[in-house]
């Protein structure tokens, strides 16, 4: 059986074209009569419209575009599945279709198919982010703090996070403090780094060049910066890791040595992952809600979409430190 068009509608009906289209769109400008002849044809041909016919006669695009970097693990990633949960939640009750988008950071991007655009962090791809800004396509940024470009932003003071971190562990007597950073090329790897360094100096403790590794957020990076550390004359007492993932690989690597965390070494993590709670020990951590912004992101996009809002807003929160098991006071110098 032929699949009725809108054609067909408007000759049952015996009124126009446009007519038909204003009352699938629910526009008010057609009268009661009319609009009763073309429910009555839509009913009868059991007439289904075209959705994307439909949000281009309102002029409204409802569909939101979701980028992320690419990198190996995404999809084993607790920053990547947390962030596709929450833009995917808010998508969902907010009834907007997504446009997901891995993206190498090179490639251009499509925008005349979405309304407009999330981007999880800026890594390698802010052109992207400067060209859907020059064809005024709304634009919200997740996890980087961007305030010279015409997008809204919701961030973790990372530098702040750093601090906290070391701060925490020099408040139990640790003074030989290791760190596995995250990508320094990314503002969350580096103001996590900075903030770290900073407090140290603050309390003047001196972290010696073998006390840092340039991890990328991986278990690999992790794995590899612990067996230096634990091979080093006179290694840590504690360790900070940048992203939780790392702080699981450390401990797991520091239990293959024979040694226990924390009566040997403590570790301290960085989202506050759920994994951290159920392996050999919960890990303390710097707690960031990841889902939350995500979901706070699409929010204030569609806002701005569909003209409730016309300024970006620019969100910056406070991480939070999570104490658990596996930091305690050395019980070495």
């Not at 057609?30 to 009555?40: C, I, L, Q």
């Not at 396509?137 to 990372?158: R, S």
Request: proline share 4%; aromatic share 8%; hydrophobic share 40%.
């Amino acid at each position: 059986m032929k699949k009725a068009s809108i054609t067909d509608v408007a000759r049952r009906a015996k009124l126009s074209i446009s007519t038909v289209s204003r009352v699938i769109n629910n526009l008010s400008t057609v009268s009661p009569e009319n609009r009763a002849k073309v429910e009555e044809a839509v009913a009868h041909l059991k007439f289904k419209p075209n959705v994307s016919a439909q949000r281009l006669a309102r002029g409204v695009n409802n569909s939101i575009g979701f980028v992320i970097p690419g990198y190996p693990g995404i999809f084993y990633s607790f920053y990547a599945i947390e962030l596709i949960r929450g833009v995917g939640h808010a998508c969902e009750s907010l009834n907007l279709d997504l446009v997901f988008h891995i993206t190498n950071g090179f490639n251009p991007i499509n925008f005349n198919t979405v309304g407009g655009i999330v981007f999880a962090d800026i890594i390698e791809n802010r052109r992207q982010v400067e060209a859907a800004v020059a064809t005024g396509t709304p634009c919200f940024v997740i996890n980087n703090k961007v305030d010279d470009l015409d997008v809204g932003y919701i961030a973790v003071n990372n530098h702040l996070g750093g601090k906290i971190a070391a701060d925490y562990l020099l408040s139990l007597g640790h003074k030989k403090i290791a760190t596995v950073t995250g990508n320094l090329t990314t503002q969350s790897g580096a103001q996590r780094y900075e903030g770290f360094k900073e407090m140290l100096e603050k309390k003047k403790v001196t972290l010696p060049k073998e006390y840092v590794h340039q991890g990328d957020y991986s278990r690999q990076s992790a794995r590899y910066a612990a067996e230096r550390f634990l091979d080093l004359k006179n290694p840590p007492t504690a360790i900070f890791a940048a992203s939780d993932e790392m702080a699981l690989e450390i401990i797991s690597m520091i239990h293959e040595k024979g040694m226990k965390v924390p009566d040997d070494i403590s570790v301290i993590g960085y989202d506050d992952n759920p994994a951290c709670l159920y392996g050999a020990v919960a890990v303390t951590t710097i707690k960031q809600p990841l889902f939350q912004m995500a979901e706070k992101a699409v929010r204030c996009l569609n806002s701005i979409v569909s003209g409730k809002k016309t300024k970006n807003e620019k969100i910056y929160l406070d991480p939070e430190l999570v104490v658990r098991d596996s930091c305690a006071s050395p019980k070495r110098g």
